[in-house]
């Protein structure tokens, strides 16, 4: 799975992320396709639109952040320019200009095959624009995508659907966070929150996508990830702060089909041989997160050379 690729320019919200909606972009990503294939391994790429958590300076000249409403998001965000920065209030989006967003994801997963992708991921959790749908404190809306449950799944159901006519519902996955709060998501009603992915799940399976990528939190209650698993059929991945140990009981007890690692695969890049030998972890470096060059981003040592491991 890639870090977060945003579909349109709009979506930029964050200094030097990657996109996928210009031809440079298809043909730069097919050197990282081919090289992941050729390894035997398979690649998705996050198709992640950040919404109102974006700043003016981080996006193409001439582009500004969008949002489902004009609710600009609390906080702060770093740019190259000005450093760190209040978010900027978000234009919201009229009928014509979700439209465009719908049709952004569906060129970015058609860009996605042609770059050599196996698949697209919809980033629909940590604040981004399609989580900010869901939420009924951020997405105030009083057309068909605001409002009740179904109106404020629709951005996300119309999209994945689109997609899944467009390249195969088999090569659609969507993340979720249900009860995070990261990027100022406002907490609302415990019983919406899990009737609100109750029913996308169930609407997402009927869709037949090929998995749901739930982002673990100790908020959600059991009865959700429950009505999650009983609503979709398909593949169930789990990810956040999952050890060998917790990864492999949830696979046994079947509440997830596979397991994900981000922070602990980012700073072990030979992170499955550690697994299968048992050997200690690099710790991961925060302090370089997200940060340019290569610290904290390829240096990290493998086995072989990992002085500690001597």
Not at 39 to 63: C, D, W
Not at 73 to 81: L, R, S, Y
Not at 200 to 227: C, F, M, W
Not at 297 to 303: I, M, N, Q
Request: glycine share 10%.
């Amino acid at each position: 799975m890639t870090e977060g690729t945003s579909p349109s320019p709009e979506g930029l919200g964050y200094p030097r992320i990657p996109g996928i909606f210009s031809e440079a972009q298809v043909e730069g990503w097919k050197a990282v396709t081919k090289g992941v294939h050729e390894g035997g391994s398979k690649i998705f790429v996050q198709l992640m639109h950040t919404g109102r958590i974006a700043h003016t300076a981080n996006l193409p000249e001439g582009y500004q952040p969008v949002g489902l409403s004009g609710s600009k998001a609390a906080g702060e965000i770093f740019t190259d320019t000005a450093g760190m920065q209040e978010y900027s209030r978000p234009v919201a989006l009229d009928a014509q200009g979700i439209a465009t967003v719908v049709n952004y994801f569906v060129k970015a997963a058609q860009n996605a095959i042609r770059a050599g992708f196996d698949g697209v991921e919809l980033h629909g959790a940590n604040g981004y624009l399609l989580e900010q749908s869901l939420n009924p404190h951020v997405n105030t809306r009083t057309d068909n995508y605001g409002g009740s449950i179904q109106n404020r799944s629709r951005l996300i159901l119309e999209i994945a659907e689109k997609i899944a006519g467009a390249i195969g519902p088999e090569k659609v996955g969507l993340r979720i966070s249900p009860y995070a709060t990261l990027s100022d998501m406002p907490p609302y009603d415990e019983a919406a929150v899990h009737q609100t992915y109750a029913y996308l799940s169930g609407e997402l399976n009927r869709l037949g996508i090929g998995y749901i990528h739930v982002s673990d939190n100790p908020s959600i209650p059991q009865k959700t990830h429950q009505a999650i698993r009983s609503a979709f059929s398909n593949t169930l991945i789990y990810c956040n702060g999952l050890i060998a140990e917790t990864a492999e009981a949830k696979l046994q007890d079947g509440s997830a089909d596979l397991v994900a690692f981000g922070r602990s695969f980012l700073s072990n890049p030979d992170f499955m041989s550690r697994i299968e030998k048992d050997a200690p972890l690099n710790e991961v470096d925060y302090l370089t997160l997200y940060t340019p060059g290569t610290q904290g981003y390829t240096d990290y040592p493998v086995l072989e050379d990992s002085t500690q491991l001597v």
